[in-house]
């Protein structure tokens, strides 16, 4: 007896089987191929997000950071204005006899504390203070370098009522040997980066 047309036509069974498992590898690999494009496209959505987050963040910082120039500005205006009268107003009368002021006020600490130095102490602790930040690198010295000017003139001036505070802060020979050091790593902060003005603005190495 012949076969029938349709079972003549029919593919072996071994064939059906390699073209099922051809279309199952098929498909497996166009998955596999969209899992990855997915994948990537969720890396590519993150990392933008991520840049724009850190856009912002980096925006909202340096308004931040803007907003605490324009404070310092002020304050060093205000504080340049004391320095000047300071040199005026006291430190003609002062400095011929800090000692005797020292020992009348009993402590180097008394008479910095002293209402006739007031613009003296003002000043000293903003620079002090200013030289502190610089050197714990709580804001950058190329900043400072460029928006604040050092008073040179002044600190050459009150340097030898600075000297007998220190040595007597304590009291007659008992000194306080680094007041005023934030302020000394300022000026050669200061005295660096005018020295190589091409040069980014720079401190000495701690």
Not at 14 to 39: H, N
Request: charged share 25%; aromatic share 8%.
């Amino acid at each position: 007896m012949s076969a029938s047309a349709d079972e003549t036509q029919a593919p072996p069974p071994r064939d059906r089987r390699a073209a099922v498992l051809g279309f199952w590898q098929a498909a497996v690999g166009l998955a596999t191929g969209l899992s990855v494009i997915v994948g990537v496209l969720i890396s590519v959505t993150q990392l933008v997000e991520w840049v724009d987050d850190s856009k912002r963040a980096n925006l909202t910082e340096r308004l931040q950071s803007l907003q605490h120039v324009a404070h310092l500005l002020e304050r060093d205006e205000r504080i340049r204005l004391r320095a000047r009268a300071f040199l005026r107003e006291r430190l003609p009368e002062i400095a011929p006899q800090v000692d005797e002021l020292i020992r009348r006020a009993g402590t180097g600490e008394d008479l910095y504390l002293s209402q006739d130095m007031e613009d003296y102490a003002a000043v000293h602790f903003h620079y002090e203070q200013l030289g502190a930040l610089v050197k714990l690198e709580y804001i950058e010295f190329p900043l400072v370098f460029e928006i604040i000017p050092f008073p040179d003139e002044y600190m050459t001036a009150i340097e030898p009522v600075r000297r007998a505070l220190s040595a007597n802060w304590k009291g007659p020979g008992k000194p306080l040997p680094d007041l005023g050091a934030n302020i000394d790593f300022l000026k050669r902060c200061y005295e660096l980066s005018r020295a190589a003005p091409l040069e980014r603005p720079h401190c000495p190495r701690a």
